[in-house]
């Protein structure tokens, strides 16, 4: 596998939610998920830099360093894989929370049920909404490039409720 990693400070406008303005990861910072063991030191990767959306290749995924700040690690587990195959998403799709939420629920699973974590399980506890580009004439709105797919618990849930990290957003 290989990653184009990035960070991303979303656009403050309704109009742009979702949209990139720019990355700005280091290399230190790569040195330093290589020297924590959340990327594997074989890992190909390349850092997006610039504006605009980054441009994954074939074989290529988008991940955010904030990813890896709140449990996320390479290569990714299996159920991490399947619940992105099953939504139809990417990393990049999730907030950097909703990661967490899913590494918090893993644990749960494996460590107090004793099951392979699984997307049915999961489904118990949470909910999925993807949110689209704004635009009230287009049926099937497409994805807003980044986090497009939000993770809740559901009414009801007997999961813990989990406190994420403070906010990715971009601060004015």
């Given at each position: 596998m290989s990653a184009v990693v990035t960070s991303n400070r979303a656009e403050a406008s309704a109009s742009?939610?979702?949209?990139?303005?720019?990355?700005?990861?280091?290399?230190?910072?790569?040195?330093?998920?290589?020297?924590?063991?959340?990327?594997?030191?074989?890992?190909?990767?390349?850092?997006?830099?610039?504006?605009?959306?980054?441009?994954?290749?074939?074989?290529?995924?988008v991940v955010f360093v904030a990813h890896f700040e709140r449990g996320f690690g390479l290569p990714a587990s299996t159920f991490f894989r399947e619940f992105l195959k099953f939504?139809?998403?990417?990393?990049?799709?999730?907030?950097?929370?909703?990661?967490?939420?899913?590494?918090?629920?893993?644990?749960?699973?494996?460590?107090?049920?004793?099951?392979?974590?699984?997307?049915?399980?999961?489904?118990?506890?949470?909910?999925?909404?993807?949110?689209?580009?704004?635009?009230?004439?287009v049926v099937n709105k497409d994805m807003t490039a980044c986090g497009a797919a939000s993770i809740s618990p559901r009414l009801y849930s007997e999961f813990p409720r989990i406190k994420g990290l403070e906010s990715c957003k971009k601060w004015q």
């Open positions: 742009e939610r979702g949209g990139w303005e720019g990355s700005d990861v280091t290399d230190d910072e790569i040195k330093w998920l290589k020297d924590t063991h959340r990327i594997p030191a074989e890992l190909l990767y390349r850092l997006h830099s610039g504006g605009g959306e980054p441009i994954a290749n074939p074989g290529e995924k939504y139809g998403l990417q990393p990049h799709h999730l907030p950097a929370n909703s990661v967490l939420q899913l590494s918090c629920y893993a644990a749960f699973s494996e460590g107090y049920l004793g099951l392979w974590p699984s997307i049915e399980g999961w489904a118990k506890y949470f909910q999925l909404k993807k949110q689209s580009i704004p635009n009230k004439d």
